[in-house]
């Protein structure tokens, strides 16, 4: 195997469902453009140039945790993560409640917990406030996951996959719940508050995993593969202070999945005797237009290769690291892949990095 590949010879693991999960209140973005110039825009400015990145974002609708009227009143990064707090816990229970009912499983079966998120900061995490609303056991092993963003729903597969590789018999869950809404900055007129504010939505998701003893049906997991890219810590990310997690994003992601994601993707998929041509379901976080553009023209990609993933972005946004776990609910949802198909499961973020994840039906 090639470096950085991770595969554990027989010990596959088997995606057993998939749960998406959307807050109540949702918009076309025209509404959340003028919405969010009200608040962070200086009064009489001219709005002309964030219509254009909103427009060019191809986003057609988002969902909010609150009432677009009620972000004004928000007043500082504590009111925000209180919020967050609150509805997150609530969204990753519904999310896991929802994965375990889709396969017939109860709390009680689950051994593992992988908790992401990238939008609020909570302790004790997400994933031991769920435990308590759900039931469950006590014994349960819980990794929280948080610096991640946008790879973290593709990670976060990938690392309960190694968790559940020395645990045949095990359960194992992830969930993500992003509430990107709760970060805008007022006040705030940077190139990267303005792109992120037409792209990023709220949503959550959570995935259940079984090791290989357990006989689910569902794509297994064959291997997985990381990458951290040199000198790219500043491409994007978060800036923490006093007024909360203000967005770090530079325009050169576009570039660098075309400097990097290409080669690695046919690197990984030569370790393990496959091509490009070879996937049949491409699975990939919608991280933006020119995000995804770049990676079907590195791959010679067909525009129904990756429509999944642009129906996501328009009907959504990017919804940081549960945008990919929608995609990937979507894909089991919308395609029948025939037994033995492949697919990759792929995702950027903060690092600045990738994350590939190899599955077979």
Same mark, same amino acid.
């Given at each position: 195997m090639?470096?950085?590949?991770?595969?554990?010879?027989?010990a596959?693991t088997?995606?057993?469902?998939?749960e998406?999960?959307?807050?109540?209140?949702r918009y076309?973005?025209?509404?959340?453009?003028?919405?969010?110039a009200?608040?962070c825009?200086a009064?009489?400015?001219?709005?002309?140039?964030l219509?254009?990145?909103?427009?060019?974002?191809?986003?057609?609708?988002?969902?909010?945790?609150?009432?677009?009227?009620?972000?004004?009143?928000?007043?500082?990064?504590?009111?925000?993560?209180?919020?967050?707090?609150?509805?997150?816990?609530?969204?990753? $229970? &519904?999310? *896991?409640?929802?994965? =375990?009912?889709?396969? +017939?499983?109860s %709390? /009680?079966?689950?051994? !593992?917990?992988?908790?992401?998120t990238?939008?609020?900061?909570?302790?004790?995490s997400?994933?031991a406030?769920v435990?308590?609303?759900?039931?469950l056991? $006590? &014994?349960? *092993?819980?990794?929280? =996951?948080?610096?991640? +963003?946008?790879? %973290? /729903?593709?990670?976060? !597969?990938?690392?309960?996959?190694?968790?559940l590789?020395?645990?045949?018999?095990?359960?194992?869950?992830?969930?993500?719940?992003?509430?990107?809404?709760?970060?805008?900055q007022?006040?705030?007129?940077?190139?990267?508050?303005?792109?992120?504010? /037409?792209?990023f939505?709220d949503?959550?998701?959570?995935v259940?995993?079984?090791?290989?003893?357990?006989?689910?049906?569902?794509?297994?997991?064959?291997?997985?593969?990381?990458?951290l890219?040199?000198?790219?810590?500043?491409?994007?990310?978060?800036?923490?202070?006093?007024?909360?997690?203000?967005i770090?994003l530079?325009?050169?992601?576009?570039?660098?999945v075309?400097q990097?994601?290409g080669?690695d993707?046919?690197?990984?998929?030569?370790?393990?005797?496959l091509?490009?041509?070879?996937?049949?379901?491409?699975?990939?976080?919608?991280?933006?237009?020119?995000?995804i553009?770049?990676?079907?023209?590195?791959?010679?990609?067909g525009?129904?290769?990756?429509?999944?993933t642009?129906r996501?972005?328009a009907?959504?946004?990017n919804?940081?690291?549960?945008?990919?776990?929608?995609?990937?609910a979507?894909?089991?949802d919308?395609?029948?892949?025939?037994?033995?198909e492949?697919?990759?499961?792929?995702?950027?973020?903060?690092?600045?990095?990738s994350?590939?994840?190899?599955?077979?039906w």
């Amino acid at each position: 195997m090639g470096t950085g590949a991770r595969t554990y010879g027989d010990a596959m693991t088997t995606v057993a469902a998939v749960e998406a999960v959307l807050p109540p209140h949702r918009y076309p973005q025209h509404v959340l453009t003028e919405a969010f110039a009200e608040v962070c825009l200086a009064p009489g400015a001219d709005r002309g140039v964030l219509r254009r990145f909103h427009e060019n974002a191809r986003v057609q609708y988002r969902n909010l945790v609150l009432p677009v009227e009620d972000y004004p009143a928000i007043e500082d990064f504590t009111a925000a993560n209180d919020i967050f707090v609150e509805h997150a816990v609530r969204m990753a $229970a &519904d999310a *896991v409640s929802g994965a =375990l009912k889709q396969c +017939g499983l109860s %709390a /009680g079966d689950v051994d !593992v917990i992988v908790s992401t998120t990238v939008t609020g900061v909570a302790v004790p995490s997400l994933e031991a406030r769920v435990a308590g609303r759900l039931g469950l056991r $006590a &014994d349960i *092993v819980r990794v929280p =996951l948080f610096g991640l +963003g946008c790879v %973290a /729903g593709a990670a976060g !597969v990938a690392r309960l996959h190694d968790l559940l590789a020395g645990r045949p018999d095990a359960v194992g869950v992830l969930v993500s719940v992003e509430l990107c809404s709760l970060t805008v900055q007022r006040g705030d007129r940077s190139m990267a508050n303005l792109v992120a504010s /037409g792209l990023f939505g709220d949503g959550a998701a959570a995935v259940v995993m079984t090791g290989s003893s357990r006989m689910e049906s569902g794509p297994r997991v064959l291997a997985t593969r990381s990458h951290l890219y040199p000198d790219t810590e500043r491409t994007m990310g978060w800036d923490i202070g006093a007024q909360g997690l203000r967005i770090v994003l530079d325009a050169s992601v576009p570039d660098l999945v075309r400097q990097y994601l290409g080669d690695d993707i046919r690197r990984f998929l030569g370790d393990n005797s496959l091509a490009v041509a070879d996937v049949a379901a491409w699975i990939s976080h919608p991280g933006g237009p020119k995000v995804i553009e770049a990676i079907e023209d590195e791959l010679g990609l067909g525009p129904a290769a990756l429509a999944l993933t642009w129906r996501s972005l328009a009907e959504v946004g990017n919804l940081s690291s549960a945008s990919v776990l929608h995609v990937l609910a979507d894909t089991l949802d919308r395609r029948t892949p025939a037994a033995g198909e492949y697919g990759l499961l792929l995702a950027m973020g903060p690092g600045f990095c990738s994350e590939l994840v190899l599955l077979q039906w």
